[in-house]
């Protein structure tokens, strides 16, 4: 099914980016969709204004789960249209209600201009709320995700927020980051954010053997470009 509201590129025969360019570009998060040979995933699901799953081309019957990195609004969006839910345990229960604050989705509504194109007729931002999602596995450090041909090992990377993670598939060198790191501006002064995590994170993620990494916001980035991001944080 096409959609015009999220813009797909291919990055390698398992992996497509879809983002929403749309949405003001603070809030526009990038979404991932990782094939498996038995199971598919999907990293982080934007900001829920128009239905995610039926524009993935996903295969019928092969099961999918969506992971969300941390509980930021950009990042959970379409999180209830899956039956498999994953997230931290650091804000388990919290994707039941999905609280203002801790995804901020209040902050959304009250911007001037949240989207440059409405997602809907008649949509609003005042109508803007996140669809209750409760987690159907909980995930902590070290816990692996199987897609059949390869697997993720979760690793806690707090800093940004209290409960963000990431995911390193050791065999092939590809890590996805969420908001601990991507390749724009770090955001790290926000409600919940704490420097002295983040700065951990950063020095444990300099060691990490990575080809390739994706974050939550920004292009991918290879493990060069990695340590720059890290060493200019660490600069600060």
Same mark, same amino acid.
């Given at each position: 099914?096409?959609?015009?509201?999220?813009?797909?590129?291919?990055?390698?025969?398992?992996?497509?980016?879809?983002?929403?360019?749309?949405?003001?570009?603070?809030?526009?998060?990038?979404?991932?969709?990782?094939?498996? *040979?038995?199971?598919?995933?999907?990293? %982080?699901?934007?900001?829920?204004?128009? #239905? !995610?799953?039926?524009? /993935? =081309?996903?295969?019928?019957?092969?099961?999918?789960?969506?992971?969300?990195?941390?509980?930021?609004?950009?990042?959970?969006?379409?999180?209830?249209?899956?039956?498999?839910?994953?997230?931290?345990?650091?804000?388990?229960?919290?994707?039941?209600?999905?609280?203002?604050?801790?995804?901020?989705?209040?902050?959304?509504?009250?911007?001037?201009?949240?989207?440059?194109?409405?997602? *809907?007729?008649?949509?609003?931002?005042? %109508?803007?709320?996140?669809?209750?999602? #409760? !987690?159907?596995?909980? /995930? =902590?450090?070290?816990?692996?995700?199987?897609?059949?041909?390869?697997?993720?090992?979760?690793?806690?990377?707090?800093?940004?927020?209290?409960?963000?993670?990431?995911?390193?598939?050791?065999?092939?060198?590809?890590?996805?980051?969420?908001?601990?790191?991507?390749?724009?501006?770090?955001?790290?002064?926000?409600?919940?954010?704490?420097?002295?995590?983040?700065?951990?994170?950063?020095?444990?993620?300099?060691?990490?053997?990575?080809?390739?990494?994706?974050?939550?916001?920004?292009?991918?980035?290879?493990?060069?470009?990695?340590?720059?991001?890290?060493?200019?944080?660490?600069?600060?």
């Amino acid at each position: 099914m096409s959609d015009d509201w999220f813009v797909r590129r291919s990055v390698d025969r398992q992996t497509t980016l879809l983002t929403e360019p749309y949405v003001d570009s603070y809030f526009s998060a990038n979404i991932w969709l990782v094939r498996g *040979s038995e199971v598919d995933l999907v990293v %982080d699901t934007g900001m829920g204004l128009r #239905p !995610l799953r039926p524009v /993935l =081309d996903l295969t019928p019957g092969k099961p999918v789960l969506a992971l969300a990195t941390h509980i930021h609004l950009d990042h959970v969006g379409g999180l209830a249209e899956f039956g498999h839910r994953l997230g931290p345990r650091q804000s388990a229960e919290a994707f039941a209600t999905m609280p203002d604050a801790l995804t901020f989705a209040d902050e959304y509504r009250e911007i001037a201009e949240p989207v440059s194109r409405l997602p *809907s007729p008649g949509w609003v931002p005042a %109508d803007y709320r996140l669809m209750p999602a #409760p !987690l159907t596995r909980i /995930l =902590d450090e070290g816990d692996v995700i199987d897609l059949g041909d390869r697997s993720f090992r979760v690793l806690e990377l707090p800093g940004h927020s209290p409960d963000g993670i990431g995911l390193f598939d050791e065999k092939n060198g590809v890590f996805f980051g969420g908001d601990a790191i991507y390749d724009e501006e770090l955001l790290d002064d926000i409600p919940g954010s704490d420097n002295a995590a983040y700065r951990r994170t950063m020095e444990r993620l300099k060691t990490l053997p990575i080809r390739i990494g994706h974050g939550g916001h920004g292009p991918s980035f290879d493990a060069k470009r990695m340590r720059e991001i890290i060493d200019d944080y660490l600069a600060k």
